[in-house]
């Protein structure tokens, strides 16, 4: 039987409780040999949890089931899959349901392509599950403890270091802060201090400028008025955090920066600008973050200035680094909203509608398709070729054996060498091997980006703003401006899509330019 490893590690406490990369391995090629088994592929996801599935290393595995390179994939544990039921039942699906595959588990020393087996396998599945909620909860109540001692739970901070979980000033940076503070209390906006700190030369905690976002969180932490906070979002162990939790504020057993007067005033200014009415402009910006800086190569936003009959609003976009940062980082470079999206807009129609574009489009795109893949093409033949070269040497060491014209010891040193080489070059072509495999590499045709399109043009015109947004996001890689001193002269240079070509749940990205207007 031709076997596939799966193995996953995601911390170095893993690593150290025997889970490691390559103690999976070991154990599992061991597994492999008792049984007669020919392992013909390893996958690998180093340093990633089991919380979902995305992760490169078992998307080619999926990927490769369907080209029937094996007939086994055999994992040290269930969790080395997923750690979530839901995902484990869906990697199920694709394994063994569509592909026909079957999948073992060495730990639990079960082959799970029978009924019975795949019930067991879900009840394996939610132990796994309950283990990494188990462990989370558990993380957070001794977190939790911490915070409640007034100790540090980790985490970079301007103006202190952390010493045992303790807060220790940092004087250089502490003044920093207190600079912030002073100057809010003068009635400097955030935009206005950032700017200033950044003209002066003052870097954040992660040696970045300052900006609105990082001035707010600064006026905002209690942290510098020698409290401690815990528990401010809800979900702290995704990537993406949600919404606000249960926070814990306690006296903290470091010395605080600001004083407690200073920090009243500050909180008291806060909370009267964070109740001030909604604003009543109600325009849109479609096309915010896809248009690109001409001078530092941000993300452009949107803006609004009233006309001077101060009867309506007129939109631009502008640098989103000048907008947060000021004007130590970038100049404004800004560009009428009505006439860059008028121009954009122009642009995809004659895309949409004109099939000397779209044939010349999909030429550049395979054009550049082609280039990428012809060096791993080559490489990927010589490797073969070594492979070839090195089963050769095997054969013919074999045969001097057989004829009795090689001892045993000078035949198994030579063996060993060549197992290495050939176990050498087998990693070289397993990442060539997933270059080419990647999305951005594969062939479009003229139908498939018809199909895009057509769908594009067709609700774009319908859409509410929002999603208007979306749709121009999920087609526009970005949209260039030209560099220049006076605003009506800086124009669309050039507009990057990104064409959704692939049949399957990978994003295709490839790129290419629409011509002007």
């Known amino acids: ?207 970045s400028d300052f900006s609105i976002t990082s001035i707010r969180e600064i006026i905002t ?6 409290y401690i906070r815990f528990n401010s979002v809800q979900n702290w162990n995704e990537k993406r955090r949600q919404g606000k939790g249960d926070p814990i504020i306690v006296k903290g057993v470091h010395d605080p920066i600001v004083d407690m007067e200073t920090w009243g005033k500050v909180q008291n200014i806060f909370n009267i600008k964070s109740k001030k009415p909604s604003k009543t402009f109600t325009g849109h910006f479609p096309l915010t973050s896809l248009l690109r800086c001409p001078q530092c190569g941000s993300g452009m936003r949107g803006h609004k200035n009233k006309s001077k009959n101060q009867n309506h609003y007129i939109r ?15 100049s404004s470079n800004s560009v009428r909203a009505d006439w860059i999206e008028e121009d954009v807009y122009q642009r995809l129609e ?40 090195i089963q050769k040497n095997i054969n013919k060491y074999l045969t001097l054996f057989e004829t009795e014209s090689i001892e045993v010891e000078s035949l198994k040193d ?31 045709s003229e139908k498939e980006i018809k199909q895009s399109l057509a769908v594009f043009s067709e609700l774009l015109p319908k859409a509410k703003p929002e999603q208007q947004k979306a749709l121009l996001h999920s087609l526009v890689k970005e949209i260039t401006v030209t560099q220049a001193q006076n605003i009506k002269d800086r124009k669309v240079e050039k507009v990057e899509l990104m064409f959704d070509t692939s049949l399957k749940e990978e994003r295709v990205l490839t790129y290419d330019t629409v011509p002007p207007a």
């Open 414 to 444: 030579r063996l060993r060498t060549l197992e290495q080489e050939k176990k050498e070059i087998l990693k070289q072509k397993c990442i060539v091997e997933e270059a080419l495999a990647q999305p951005t590499v594969k062939e479009i």
């Open 221 to 226: 932490n209690p942290t510098y008025a020698g």
């Open 1 to 207: 039987m031709k076997v596939a490893l799966y193995v996953r590690v995601s911390t170095e406490d893993q690593a150290d409780e025997g889970f490691s990369i390559d103690g999976q391995i070991k154990a599992l090629r061991d597994w492999c040999d008792r049984n007669h088994h020919e392992v013909v592929a390893v996958y690998k996801d180093e340093g990633i949890s089991a919380k979902n599935l995305n992760r490169q290393g078992i998307k080619k595995l999926f990927a490769d089931c369907e080209s029937s390179l094996f007939d086994i994939i055999a994992v040290w544990d269930i969790s080395r899959l997923s750690r979530e039921l839901r995902d484990i039942l869906t990697a199920m699906h694709i394994i063994m349901d569509r592909n026909n595959v079957r999948f073992f588990s060495l730990q639990e020393n079960n082959d799970y392509s029978s009924p019975y087996a795949r019930m067991t396998l879900q009840v394996m599945g939610s132990v796994a599950e309950l283990q990494r909620k188990t462990l989370i909860t558990n993380v957070k109540m001794g977190m939790t403890q911490r915070a409640s001692e007034g100790l540090w739970n980790g985490g970079r901070l301007l103006g202190y270091k952390s010493v045992n979980k303790r807060l220790i000033i940092i004087e250089e940076e502490a003044q920093i802060i207190r600079q912030i503070f002073s100057l809010y209390v003068q009635g400097y906006g955030y935009k206005a201090i950032a700017n200033r700190l950044n003209h002066a030369g003052y870097k954040t905690k992660n040696h």
């Open 316 to 330: 631009y976009y502008q640098c989103g680094a000048f907008h947060s940062k000021g004007s130590a980082v970038c």
């Open 350 to 389: 004659n895309v949409f509608h004109n099939q000397n574009y779209l044939a010349s489009i999909v030429s550049r795109v395979n054009q550049k398709i082609s280039e990428q893949k012809e060096p791993l093409l080559s490489n990927l033949n010589y490797l073969n070729g070594q492979l070839a070269n």
